[in-house]
């Protein structure tokens, strides 16, 4: 059975920071792709980072590069997003995803994962 946990989230001020962690069980780490999406309030889930298999090639969307970072820890099986600057607009339930493929990561839509966190919240105050 696969299980995906996020943690780390919670409330910061602007331009404070957070570090997300993910940790999988139950599917070989490496031979996936992982993902971070993001949801908004009344608004549609969507990527925000995501990671080969390797870790060699990684994809953020615009809004964050610069300010977040995702890695990954074959031997600890975890997935994390490091948060630097946070903005209000950051402020979503985030989420971790995972999918078996061997390909390099690129923007994607939810429904292209397959296993899925029950996401952990970030708010950023102003």
Do not use: H
């Not at 993001?38 to 080969?52: D, H, L, T, W």
């Not at 099986?77 to 402020?91: A, F, G, I, R, V």
């Amino acid at each position: 059975q696969v299980q995906v946990m996020e943690s780390g989230g919670g409330l910061v001020q602007a331009g404070g920071s957070l570090t997300l962690s993910c940790t999988v069980s139950g599917v070989t780490f490496e031979d996936n792709v992982m993902g971070w999406f993001r949801q908004a309030p009344g608004k549609e889930r969507k990527e925000v980072s995501c990671i080969n298999g390797r870790g060699r090639n990684t994809y953020y969307i615009n809004s964050v590069k610069g300010r977040f970072t995702i890695s990954r820890d074959t031997a600890k099986k975890t997935l994390y997003l490091q948060m630097k600057s946070l903005e209000p607009e950051d402020t979503a339930m985030y989420y971790c995803a995972a999918v078996p493929k061997w390909a390099d990561c690129v923007l994607s839509a939810p429904f292209e994962f397959n296993y899925w966190g029950p996401g952990t919240q970030v708010t950023v105050s102003s």
